[in-house]
C-alpha cells in the first residue's frame, strides 16, 4: 500500500479506534497491522495521534496571485507579441494607459503591483504559458559580381547617431528554397533599432532597390550607412547606383564577411521578432501575398513596433571565468531612443510626435490581427489550389 492510501486509511479509522472498547480496539489494531505492515507500538502511536494541521508554505504569502492580475499580465504579454520579461516591464507603463481605456479602470492594488512587478517574477507567472518555436531555412545566394567594390566593414560606425542601417532579406519558402515566392526586406538602424520591413516578389534586384527607396523616403533621418550581407539582391548595380550616385553625400555601402552571420547581428534578431513570430514559415508562394504584406508592415505593423515596442542594447560584455556577463541598457521604444539622441531635426521630431498622437497600440494590434486573417485566408486558398 502506497504512503498516501495509509494516510487515508489512517485518517478514515482514527476517529473509531478512539470511541471504541478495548476488545474494538484490539480487532482494529490488528487490522490496521495487518493491511498496513506496521508495528503493533507504531501503529498505537499513529492511532492515538492527534490528526496534523496542514501549515501553510514557508515564506511571506503570494502577493502576485491574483486573478485579475494574471489576467492583465497575459493580455499584454500578448498585445506585445510575447515580449521577454525585461522589455515586458517596460511596456507595462506603456501599455497600461491604453489597455485601460479599452477594458475598463484596473483596481489600485492591481496597478501598484504591475507597477512594481520584477522580471523574474513575470517569468515565473508567464513560464506555463509559453511555447516552443520552429526555425527555418536560409535563403542567401551569393552575389558575387560587385564584391571588388563594396568592401567589407572592417570596424565599428558612428553609433552615437541615428542612420547607420544594417539590412537582409527573409525567405516565405516553406520547406523548399525552389521556385517562386514572397520576400522580406529588414532594414534595422543600430543606435535606435528603427526597423522596416518590406515584402518584394522573388527577391529581384530592381524590386528590392525600389523597396529600399520607399523605405529611406519614410525615415525620420537620414540615411548615412547601409551594410548588408553577401546576398545577391544586395550586391548588384542597381543598389550601387543608388546608393553611390548622388547628387548630396553618398551613403557608406559596404557588406559582411562571407559565411559569418553575426556581422549582421542587429538585422538577424529583427528577423525574428518583425518577420518569423509575425508571419511564421509557410509558404507564400502568390504575389498577391506582396500587397498584403506591405499593407500590413507599413499600417500596422511597423508602427506598433517602432512605437510601442521597447527594445534593449547591449552595454557591455566580458567573460568571468568560463561565463560571459552581458549587460544591457535601460529598455525604450525606438521612437524614445530616436528623441534621446538630440539628433533629430526639428521638423523630424514634430512630425513623429504627431504621428504618436495619432496611435494606440491596441487598435495597432487588432489591425495587425485582421490583416494576418487575410493573409491567412489567402494562404489557404493558394494551397487548396496547389493540392
Known amino acids: 500500500m502506497v504512503t498516501a492510501a495509509k494516510r487515508e486509511y489512517l485518517k478514515a479509522i482514527r476517529v473509531r479506534y478512539k470511541h471504541a472498547d478495548k476488545p474494538e480496539k484490539g480487532r482494529i489494531l490488528d487490522e490496521f497491522c495487518r493491511v498496513c505492515g506496521y508495528h503493533r507500538k507504531y501503529a498505537i502511536r499513529l492511532l492515538n495521534s492527534k490528526p496534523r494541521q496542514r501549515r501553510s508554505p514557508p515564506g511571506p504569502a503570494p502577493v502576485y496571485n491574483s486573478a485579475e492580475l494574471l489576467q492583465v499580465l497575459q493580455r499584454l504579454w500578448e498585445y506585445t507579441g510575447h515580449a521577454c520579461s525585461r522589455l515586458l516591464k517596460v511596456s507595462i507603463s506603456i ?88 520576400w522580406s526586406v529588414n532594414l534595422t538602424d543600430i543606435l535606435s533599432g528603427w526597423t522596416e520591413t518590406r515584402a518584394v516578389w522573388n527577391r529581384g534586384a530592381r524590386g528590392v532597390q525600389a523597396q529600399i527607396a520607399k523605405i529611406e523616403s519614410g525615415l525620420p533621418f537620414p540615411m548615412l550607412g547601409f551594410d548588408c550581407d553577401n546576398g545577391s539582391e544586395f550586391l548588384n548595380h542597381h543598389l550601387v547606383d543608388y546608393f553611390l550616385d548622388r547628387d548630396d553625400e553618398r551613403v557608406a555601402f559596404t557588406r559582411s564577411r562571407p559565411y559569418r552571420k553575426n556581422d549582421n547581428a542587429h538585422v538577424e534578431q529583427k528577423n525574428w521578432t518583425h518577420v518569423r513570430q509575425l508571419v511564421g514559415y509557410d509558404r507564400l508562394a502568390d504575389p498577391r501575398f506582396v500587397v498584403l504584406l506591405n499593407d500590413l508592415y507599413t499600417t500596422a505593423w511597423n508602427p506598433l513596433r517602432n512605437f510601442f515596442m521597447p527594445v534593449m542594447k547591449l552595454k557591455s560584455k566580458e ?69
Open 95 to 182: 501599455w497600461l494607459p491604453f489597455y485601460e481605456a479599452r477594458h475598463g479602470a484596473l483596481p489600485a492594488d492591481v496597478q501598484m503591483k504591475l507597477e512594481k512587478i520584477s522580471p523574474a517574477t513575470i517569468d515565473r507567472i508567464l513560464k506555463p504559458v509559453r511555447g516552443a518555436k520552429r526555425r527555418g531555412r536560409s535563403g542567401t545566394k551569393p552575389g558575387t559580381l560587385l564584391k571588388q567594390q563594396i568592401p567589407i566593414r572592417s570596424g565599428c560606425w558612428d553609433v552615437t547617431r541615428p542612420g547607420y542601417l544594417e539590412a537582409d532579406s527573409v525567405a516565405h519558402c516553406g520547406e523548399s528554397l525552389a521556385g517562386d515566392f514572397v
Open 319 to 387: 567573460r568571468v571565468g568560463a561565463k560571459i556577463v552581458k549587460r544591457y541598457d535601460q529598455p525604450q521604444t525606438p521612437y524614445q531612443r530616436l528623441l534621446a539622441s538630440g539628433c533629430l531635426t526639428a521638423k523630424a521630431e514634430r512630425a513623429l510626435k504627431r504621428t504618436l498622437a495619432k496611435l494606440s497600440p491596441l487598435e495597432l494590434k487588432e489591425a495587425v490581427e485582421q490583416k494576418l486573417k487575410a493573409i491567412a485566408t489567402l494562404l489557404s486558398v493558394t494551397m487548396n489550389v496547389s493540392q
